[in-house]
């Protein structure tokens, strides 16, 4: 009876593994996206991802294979609670809401990782196929979607171009962050979403 309790007790005391691995992993999420505030995507490295979480290199290789994969789950980590797509409601209301989204997440810290993550791109051949397939494909896909929706309800024409209607929103969200020449604010998004839209509505032909 004594042997058992004794066992029961290095049981209870034992620390679980899964709560462990999930702790290390959230670490090396995070000094992987510390490194993107501070350094190129060019001068980081897994070895020092690994030394900034205090972890071995075989830690951090069990869950990516490149740093590439790395840098980008450790900023879907930060962008995918800070910009959600709003699945009720009138679909142009949520689009705006989503547009503002992204151009908070563009302000700050996050848009200094979104600006190198998208200057690095341009050099890098990995990142890049990563960045499209796991970045910008999925949002592309949920944003057309809602985009569809407005014209089934007749708040956009049916024979708008989608790709310009997007690029023409999205479009000097980025030109002020990577040029940084004047702030992103709530002001200027909402003029920006709001002409693309009037715009695009006063193209469908009368009658």
Request: with cysteine.
């Amino acid at each position: 009876m004594r042997q058992e309790n004794v066992e029961s007790e290095c049981r209870a005391k034992r620390p679980a593994g899964r709560p462990r691995s999930e702790a290390s992993r959230a670490s090396i999420l995070d000094a992987a996206y510390s490194f993107l505030r501070n350094l190129p995507v060019a001068s980081i490295s897994l070895l020092h991802i690994a030394r900034k979480a205090r972890v071995s290199s075989a830690t951090v290789y069990r869950w990516w294979s490149t740093k590439e994969a790395l840098l980008l789950d450790a900023f879907l980590n930060k962008a995918d609670r800070a910009m959600v797509l709003q699945d009720e409601g009138a679909p142009l209301e949520r689009l705006r809401e989503y547009i503002l989204q992204v151009g908070r997440f563009f302000t700050g810290e996050s848009g200094i990782v979104a600006a190198r993550l998208l200057t690095a791109i341009q050099d890098n051949p990995i990142l890049r196929k990563e960045f499209l397939e796991r970045v910008y494909q999925p949002r592309e896909k949920e944003i057309r979607a809602v985009v569809k929706e407005a014209i089934q309800l007749r708040q956009l024409p049916a024979a708008m171009e989608v790709s310009i209607f997007l690029d023409s929103i999205i479009g000097p969200l980025l030109a002020r962050l990577l040029l940084h020449h004047e702030q992103i604010d709530e002001a200027f998004v909402i003029s920006v979403f709001d002409r693309v839209v009037a715009g695009t509505r006063a193209q469908e032909p009368a009658g």
